[in-house]
């Protein structure tokens, strides 16, 4: 599928659209980068998704500038829970409901900063399922996940960045009776479903000797199947 553009109004929003062969209409997902923005790894992502039935849209939360500008202003959004990033978000939310190949019914996925993203979308912005992927878990997540969608967690026990945080989420879903799955995997670090190339690639490497960072298959298999579980049970009532 080739890239695409959506109205908002900031103006037009870039990203990748990835659609299924047939069925229409789909579930649509709202697939969050991590770090490196629009890469190879992330359209990956959107089509693993679309061959499982999903309309999978990944917004590039850096297309509208600088990119170490931009990178800067969304982790800021990230940090205060509003922003443009989160505007960009809720439009591609909006977008895929008023799809003509679209049921309607919408989740969110992300990936590191992208599941930092998915997690404080969960409760409040009308998503029908949230899967976050090794983001980080704030200390109010007890009070933030008040009311939030059900929630598929996926963390690497390796990621030394990220130490109790799968502990810490499925506490505070708990908490709220929130519908959950979130799973540790014990021979994964952090960014496990991302295989990167290419300079991310070099940097990844670089990343992993030092705070366990990488691409593990075996975990990226079970947690793509749980993901989808997951999303079958919330978006297709399956």
Known sequence: MPD???ETSRGELK?????PLRGAPWPG??????????TADLRRQCEWLAEA????????LYGWGHKLTCIRSTFRDLSA???RSFDDIDAVRAWMVSHEDCSGRIGI?????????????AAGRSFEVSSVNYGQVP??????LA?????VGSYGSRDRSLRGAASRLSDALAVNGISADIKEYPDAGHGFLNQHDGAPGVIVAIAGRLIGVGYHEPSAVDARRRIIGFFDRYLKGL
């Open 81 to 83: 829970r509003k922003g």
């Open 109 to 121: 996925i992300g990936y590191c900063m992208g599941g930092g993203f998915s997690l404080l979308a």
């Open 29 to 38: 997902v709202v697939v969050v980068h991590d770090v490196f923005g629009m």
């Open 147 to 151: 009311g939030a969608c059900p929630v």
């Open 139 to 144: 200390r109010d997540a007890k009070a933030l």
């Open 15 to 19: 990203g990748y659209l990835a659609r």
């Open 53 to 60: 039935g999903y309309l999978a849209f990944a917004p590039d």
């Open 4 to 6: 695409t553009e959506i």
